[in-house]
């Protein structure tokens, strides 16, 4: 609608401007008039930029057919469960993995992992708390908050991103480890999910770094899942176009990584508050 419209201004123009061109031309005043002309002609053309530019189609990141078979499936996954009241709170402290960064929320893992043992018979309520690019300090900063919420159980999901970003093994293995005594602290049982990164970060880092989670899970006491993205990191088909995001595919397989993990912390709930 808009390009018609400026197409209409411009054959207007087009034409009011042979009659004036004479007009003006036989009675000398040139320079006045193309001055005008100037003006009007900056105007035309800024109209006509616009209003195609309104009229091109718009879209967004990871828009398209492969986005679409990627959330397939999301909204059926969307329908409320029936908890009870008096089911556990499991709160995931983690960074985009447990967000779900590009995808609907309900196929991310923390809510595949909800269904996944509702129906074994395990219900949980359920705190997502991913942030995206989150990392073990910022993790630090957040965990008092989501403790306040007093959760049963809380599964640690970071220090992905401090790979990324070059921090050192001690420093991330000293925020985890406050992040776990802060949570014991509370009454909150705990499950790591272990990392790996990748060699190509130097094979001496990557392999202190891998090792800093079962250091945790060992000194502190609590569940570990050895590399909660077995299956999914470095596969190309579980992972979106960035290569780093799991699809619903690869949140499905997370989940499953991560199920008995979880299973066997809330089964320990009930002796743990007979103590």
Partial sequence: MATHTATRFASQFATQFATQFVAQFATGRRADFATRIAS?????????ACSSESDAPRSMPGDGASRAAKLDGAVERSVPLEIPADAPLVAFLGDSIAAGLHLDASAAFPSVLQRRLSAAGRPFRLVNAGVSGDTSAGGLRRVDWILSQRPAVLVLELGGNDALRGR????????????VRKAKSAGAAVLVCGVRVPTSLGTEYSA????????????????????????????????LEDGLHPTVAGHERIAANLAPHLERVLVALPAARER
Avoid: H, K
């Fill in 168 to 179: 050192s093994v001690s420093e991330t293995l000293d925020n985890l480890r406050a992040i």
């Fill in 40 to 48: 009007v002609l900056v105007a035309c053309f800024v109209c006509v």
């Fill in 208 to 239: 202190a770094f891998d090792g800093l989670y079962p250091t945790l899970a060992r000194e502190e006491g609590v569940e570990l899942a050895p590399y909660f993205m077995q299956g999914v990191g470095g596969v190309p088909e579980m992972n």
